[in-house]
């Protein structure tokens, strides 16, 4: 595919009580295009965004049916929004609250298993800080009819206005990617982005374990052994919290960059125990 996939600044904004009636002159096609997005789900893990919670709820309505907000034990006033949120719009608007923060890999596990256990056909993950635009979600799921797995990518193209992203992360970002690239079999130009569209089966068939900001190393692992087919569409480089904290030691790059590589070991070795990892993995990312 390529990059017009579809329109960037195109999309319609979600409208849960809309039919498509022949007098309406809705095509065949955006009918089935609501049709299908009215079975995802759109997951937030949330930890302490007391300033950017309400903005991103509002813009994700306009372009889902149902949200989740996993509040990964925020303690900053965070909590208290989201009860009132829910409260206004308990039809559309679904929490579950970790009662301490466990972590980004564990909130997004509290996202697979609703998905699952309530039966929606996937799942859109995008992050609550501002740094993803809720407007792309339709492209996502429209993409989705053609990947179990699709990932965005604030490297396969060039936007403009995007921001210079701070040298240590895109050091670890290029070399962590490019060593999944090579042991994976992957051509992934972004391996942490965390706006990503997960078909339910592509939950059923992995084993995410991992609770920190490195699951996303374990899921392409998973990914890998289960022959899962992934697709990278493109998104705006956007960095809102240069001084983001990874927790403890993890902020030194350093250790952070070592901490990734044990876990993808770790990930591989698992894999590979349970008979799981094919002896080619030669699947690619086809760029949308």
């Not at 050091?171 to 982005?193: K, P, Q, V, Y």
């Not at 001084?243 to 990734?260: Q, V």
Request: proline share 5%; hydrophobic share 35%; with cysteine.
């Amino acid at each position: 595919m390529t990059d017009d996939f579809q329109s960037d600044e195109c999309s319609t904004p979600f409208n849960a009580d809309a039919n498509c009636r022949p007098k309406e002159n809705c095509s065949s096609r955006d009918s089935s295009a609501r049709d299908w997005a009215t079975q995802w789900l759109v997951a937030l893990p949330v930890y302490n965004e007391v300033d950017y919670v309400d903005e991103v709820l509002d813009q994700v309505l306009m372009h889902a049916g149902r949200i989740l907000v996993i509040d990964d034990g925020s303690s900053d006033g965070t909590s208290e929004k989201l009860k009132a949120r829910q409260a206004e719009d308990p039809k559309r608007i679904s929490v579950v609250h970790h009662g301490k923060n466990r972590g980004y890999g564990a909130a997004l596990q509290s996202a697979f298993k609703y998905t699952l256990e309530h039966d929606f056909a996937g799942v859109v993950t995008l992050d609550c800080d501002g740094q993803h635009q809720p407007h792309r979600i339709p492209r996502f799921i429209e993409a989705a009819k053609s990947a179990d797995i699709v990932s965005g990518s604030r490297y396969l193209k060039k936007y403009e206005g995007d921001d210079e992203p701070p040298q240590e992360r895109m050091f670890i970002n290029r070399r962590i990617t490019a060593d999944i690239n090579e042991r994976l079999g992957f051509s992934l130009t972004d391996a942490f982005c965390g706006f990503k569209a997960y078909r339910a089966n592509a939950l059923e068939a992995m084993q995410i374990t991992d609770e920190g900001y490195a699951m996303p190393l374990e899921l392409w692992v998973q990914a890998a052994a289960a022959g899962l087919s992934v697709m990278e569409v493109p998104v705006p480089l956007i960095y809102l919290d240069l001084d983001r904290s990874f927790g403890g030691s993890l902020d030194h790059a350093e250790t952070r960059l070592k901490y990734y590589n044990q876990v993808l070991d770790d990930a591989l070795d698992t894999v590979r125990e349970q008979g799981r990892l094919p002896e080619t993995l030669a699947k690619k990312i086809n760029p949308a």
